[in-house]
């Protein structure tokens, strides 16, 4: 079994930061990346951040030049540096890791105020 544990999301002003980390636990042995999606209300699931087993890093684009994803490998956790939030990135952010197969965590909301 995998566990994740996110932790981080709270209520921020419009151009405010929040930082997320994800903590994976169990039976890792191959990680092959891990990242971040978010899901707004009324909204599918999206993906933020993802960074391979390579490093190479995909964001999507409206996050580009705001967010910074980043992992320690010796901890098997993840970050999600979040800076110049604003209202639209309102969403409930949920860790992803790909071993063979998807984990999920349990979803941290982050609320920006405009």
């Known amino acids: 079994q995998v566990q994740l544990v996110e932790s981080g999301g709270g209520l921020v002003q419009a151009g405010g930061s929040l930082r997320l980390s994800c903590a994976a636990s169990?039976?890792?042995?191959?990680?092959?990346?891990m990242g971040w999606y978010r899901q707004a209300p009324g909204k599918e699931r999206e993906l933020v951040a993802l960074?391979?087993?390579?490093?190479?890093?995909n964001y999507k684009d409206s996050v580009k030049g705001r967010f910074t994803i980043s992992r320690d490998n010796a901890k098997n956790t993840v970050y999600l540096q979040m800076n110049s939030l604003k209202p639209e990135d309102t969403a409930v952010y949920y860790c992803?890791?790909?071993?063979?197969?998807?984990?999920w965590g349990q979803g941290t909301q982050v609320t920006v105020s405009s």
């Open positions: 960074i391979d087993s390579g490093g190479s890093i």
């Open positions: 992803n890791m790909v071993q063979i197969r998807n984990y």
């Open positions: 169990g039976r890792i042995f191959s990680i092959s990346a």
